[in-house]
């Protein structure tokens, strides 16, 4: 134990140390070092969107046979009754093994697990691809991959076509008629009038990716026209974006007609009862999907079967999906890997590092059931520093000073500086894969502009310098700095610890931190619980993968700065809605809202580069590494698009069209759990069979 005397005879000497460093200089900034040369593997074969699919009316349409015996039994009515007018047909000549035959099953294996249904009241799925089989949205970006830089646009999906008003102020959006519901009802404006009015629109209500008005611009609103048509009005003129924001995680329509009475405007009793209206183990809700959920075994199993009403077909007329189940083993999300490289599941996004030098070894093998390439390195890590003062989520004392430090430019610098992103990537995989990542845009994507990117690199002692003029000082010399005359600064860490690589880089973190003099402990979460904490904006700092806003800049663009109440990640209003929007941040907004707005590429381009430029140089996030992910695809599936990514418009789930996936005859498993069966009514217990 030390005595009064050492303690105090130590803090002066402290204090004389730092005193005497604030007038040392830190270290310069630079532009962040060039990345590894790794060398992806797969490139996509570009073609424009409408060689993909088009809208059309052909002459026959099929089933499986096994489907048509509903039919016959009067149980379900004849295919070309249950497809809309014009279906959505993709083309032969695009897919890489052309027209599929149908059954089999696709074997995923995810961490998530499924909340409830109601993802228009913020439950979710479980993710892993789940609610990208159930969910369809008015346009879609996932495939862009694949799509030429001249014709780069989000793709039609339920909504057929778009016009825009001869001044730009307004955009008139057509749907795809006729097309139905899992359990035949009738898609229509109903059903964009209640996500607008009753979702979007509604304070009470967070869709679960977060959509508000801000995402489709502020002041934007919308008049429905009839059955098929609605149109928006915009405040600014021309704002193309609004296109992104129609695609997955923000306009995906919910079935109104199971939704709205449950919702407190139309009837339904709360909000809460409103949230918690169809549980996950409700069955068979009505989704637009290629598939519905046909069971769930908790902890276990979720399983879904083929839509009957989908509204997609293939050239020959057969209707889509070819896969007729999807299983998701409620797993852990590195047991994805594991399976997948085992031949035990089909599918896995290859994205925490750990994994990756065993999974190449044994994918290298012959007998390897799953084929494995990597991608671009899209995945990116950050620090998120609450950036509210205003009571966001509501912090104690300490949590409260806490943001106070956040909100200083020095004290996000000392963060920055005493990362050494070299040793965190290897700490999670030797070679050429991680990359330091200094936050905002992702190197190596379109928008990115290495001298529009500050890097504050590591030092440690800069990083001491840093919060000695953020006013920290150690004062009781235990090498940890205190609040100006009290206890230690102690920060806490959120992270999500259903991946092993957020825990390794949290604890990657704090140990860095702590050599740097800041004490800092892990608050590790799992699932909806860490979700909870961070939309709730009950964290000091949080590290999460990144979104596609900081790949693309035009996916979730509203993302990228506080624009509205809630669209930033680690910066969002107070309960009386007031935001305290930080002099630079004031910066981004009107950087960004001007990027929502504008459509002249070279325009949009130095717009990237503001945005980049205020990001990096005030530490808005903080990057941690970046590095590439795999996709692994059991080679008995066909239609497998080249250089499909795991991650850029959106997940690899979405990327390679599923719907069109197929597995040819010979190759069939036979795993089915519910062969030959259709999702039964809502809310019924499961599947039916056609007798
Ligand atoms: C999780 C997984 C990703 C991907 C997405 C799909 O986030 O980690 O690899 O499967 O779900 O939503």
């Known amino acids: 134990m030390k005595t009064q005397f050492q303690r105090a005879a130590m803090a002066a000497l402290l204090l004389g140390v730092s005193a005497a460093a604030v007038h040392a200089e830190m270290m310069a900034t630079t532009q962040p070092p060039e990345p590894p040369k790794f060398d992806a593997q797969g490139e996509p074969i570009y073609v424009n969107r409408a060689d993909i699919y088009e809208y059309k009316a052909l002459p026959a349409y099929s089933e499986p046979a096994w489907v048509t015996e509903f039919v016959t039994a009067g149980k379900l009515p004849p295919v070309a009754e249950r497809l809309p007018k014009e279906p959505l047909v993709f083309k032969t000549a695009n897919m890489p ?181 169809f549980p996950s183990d409700y069955m068979n809700f009505p989704t637009m999907g290629a598939w519905t959920v046909v069971e769930h075994r908790p902890d276990d199993i979720v399983i879904m079967r ?42 896995s996004n290859l994205e925490q590092p750990e994994n990756f030098v065993e999974s190449l070894k044994k994918a290298a093998e012959d007998t390897a059931p799953a084929r494995l390439a990597f991608g671009p390195r899209t995945i990116g890590y950050a620090l998120f520093p609450n950036l509210s003062g205003n009571g966001w989520g509501e912090p104690d004392a300490r949590g409260q000073a806490v943001r106070e430090l956040n909100r200083n430019h020095d004290f996000r610098k000392a963060i920055s500086y005493a990362l050494d992103r070299v040793r965190l990537g290897e700490s999670l995989v030797k070679g050429p894969f991680t990359t330091p990542y200094a936050g905002g845009v992702m190197q190596g994507t379109s928008f990115y502009d290495a001298a529009s990117t500050t890097f504050f690199p590591f030092d440690v002692a800069s990083a001491k310098e840093a919060l000695a003029a953020a006013g920290l000082e150690d004062s009781d010399g235990n090498g940890f700095v205190n609040f ?85 990640a680690n910066h969002r209003a107070n309960a009386a809605g007031e935001l305290d929007l930080l002099p630079y941040e004031e910066e981004m907004v009107s950087t960004v809202n001007a990027f929502i ?73 036979g795993a089915e759990e519910h062969a030959n069966m259709l999702p039964g009514a809502p809310g019924d217990a499961g599947p039916v069979s056609a007798k």
């Open 484 to 568: 100006a005359g009290g206890e230690d600064v102690n920060v806490t860490l959120l992270a999500n610890i259903d991946y092993a690589t957020d825990k390794n880089l949290a604890e990657g973190v704090i140990a860095m931190m702590a050599d740097a003099g800041l004490k800092v402990t892990l608050n590790g979460l799992s699932g909806k619980d860490f979700d909870n904490a961070r939309d709730g904006g009950k964290y000091d700092w949080f590290i999460n993968r990144n979104g596609v806003e900081w790949i693309t800049m035009v996916q979730n663009t509203a993302m990228l700065a506080p624009v509205g109440p809630s669209t930033d």
């Open 306 to 347: 083929r839509n009957p009403y989908y509204w997609k077909v293939d050239e020959a007329g057969q209707q889509l999906p070819y896969l007729d189940e999807m299983h998701f083993r409620l797993s852990t999300w590195g047991d994805r890997d594991v399976q997948t490289i085992a031949g035990t599941g089909d599918f």
């Open 97 to 277: 093994d052309g027209n599929g035959v149908y059954g089999d099953v696709m074997r995923h294996v995810i961490g998530g697990r499924p909340e409830g249904w109601n993802f228009w009241a913020g439950k979710s799925y479980g993710w892993g691809g789940i609610d990208i089989g159930l969910v369809e949205c008015l346009t879609r970006t996932g495939p862009l991959f694949t799509v030429n830089a001249a014709d780069l646009q989000p793709m039609p999906n339920l909504a057929k076509s778009w016009e825009w008003s001869e001044d730009g102020m307004s955009l008139t959006v057509k749907l795809i008629e006729g097309a139905k519901w899992s359990d035949g009802d009738a898609f229509d404006t109903e059903d964009i009038d209640f996500y607008w009015n009753d979702v979007v629109m509604d304070p009470e209500v967070t869709p679960l990716m977060g959509a508000s008005q801000e995402t489709y611009g502020a002041g934007t609103t919308l008049e429905i026209i009839d059955a098929y048509t609605f149109k928006m009005n915009f405040t600014t003129a021309f704002p193309e974006s609004v296109l992104y924001a129609m695609a997955y995680g923000n306009f995906c329509p919910g079935p109104s007609h199971m939704l709205k009475p449950k919702h407190p405007k139309h009837g339904g009793t709360s909000y809460e009862d409103f949230a918690n209206s």
């Open 597 to 669: 707005g504008e459509r002249d590429p070279a325009k949009r381009t130095e717009l990237a580069k503001t945005y980049q430029k205020l990001h990096t140089e005030n530490l808005d996030t903080i990057g941690l590494v970046a590095f590439p992910a795999a996709l692994m695809v059991n080679k008995r599936f066909a239609n497998i698009p080249a250089g499909a990514p795991v991650f850029m418009y959106n997940w690899a789930e979405d990327n390679i069209m599923r719907e069109r996936v197929f597995v040819p005859a010979d190759k069939q498993l």
